[in-house]
């Protein structure tokens, strides 16, 4: 078995590309992980859908993969990297051998580590595709965690039936009151879905209204 050693991964639910990593992240320093050169199509599958991975393969690389930890070393279980010689990804799997958390690599490591994993030789586990993620396009990490948020606090509103509050919102970003609850919350959430600069006056004067509650 192949391995790449002394490397950085981000692994969250959504895979994001190392320039939306966050502060907040949990990065994870891999002493050690087990690398594949997988077909396009295989590659594709493992990126973009949830996929149930053959039982043999996910005893294959069971805590194959090793992490540094303080003064310690921990195995980590079912954990691999892939690359079909073009883009690359680091996945964990559940013990079903459901890929549930992914990671892009460091930016100036990706290529060097790319290189090497093209010239193993191919192997394509076999594979059942259980969801097609749909996540929505071109939109970057800022904004889909905080359409999340203005969503989430939109709710809050609609529940305290807070009238002035929603007010004060569609006159900042319209011009004009909307008094009708129900259509200033979907004025608002239709607006999030857009990339324009409602976007960003929504999530400030969200943020405002939050700390000085």
């Known amino acids: 078995m192949n391995y790449i050693y002394d490397t950085y991964l981000n692994f969250n639910k959504n895979l994001y590309d190392f320039y939306e990593w966050s502060g907040n992240d949990e990065i994870t320093h891999i002493r050690k ?7 396009t199509t295989c590659f594709f599958n493992l990126k973009n859908n949830i996929i149930k991975i053959d039982k043999n393969f996910l005893a294959k690389i ?6 540094f930890k ?7 279980k079912y954990t691999a990297m892939f690359s079909d010689g073009k883009d690359i990804i680091a996945i964990k799997f559940n013990k079903l051998g459901i890929n549930y958390m992914k990671s892009s690599l460091l930016i100036d490591e990706e290529e060097d580590i790319i290189n090497i994993i093209k010239n193993q030789q191919e192997i394509n586990p ?4 259980i969801k097609a993620q749909k996540t929505p396009q071109f939109k970057t990490r800022f904004e889909k965690e905080n359409q999340k948020f203005i969503t989430h606090e939109l709710n809050k509103i609609y529940k305290n039936n807070d009238i002035e ?12 009151e909307e008094k009708n609850m129900k259509k200033a919350i979907a004025k608002i959430k239709k607006e999030i879905t857009k ?4 976007f960003y006056k ?5 943020k405002m209204i939050n700390q000085n509650n």
């Open 62 to 67: 069971s805590y194959k993969s090793e992490e």
């Open 202 to 206: 929504i999530f400030k004067i969200f």
């Open 33 to 39: 992980i087990p690398t594949f050169k997988i077909s």
């Open 195 to 198: 990339e324009n600069d409602n």
């Open 165 to 176: 509050k929603i007010n004060y919102i569609c006159l900042e970003c319209f011009g004009k």
């Open 126 to 129: 076999q594979l059942k595709i």
């Open 70 to 76: 303080e003064n310690k070393i921990d195995k980590i």
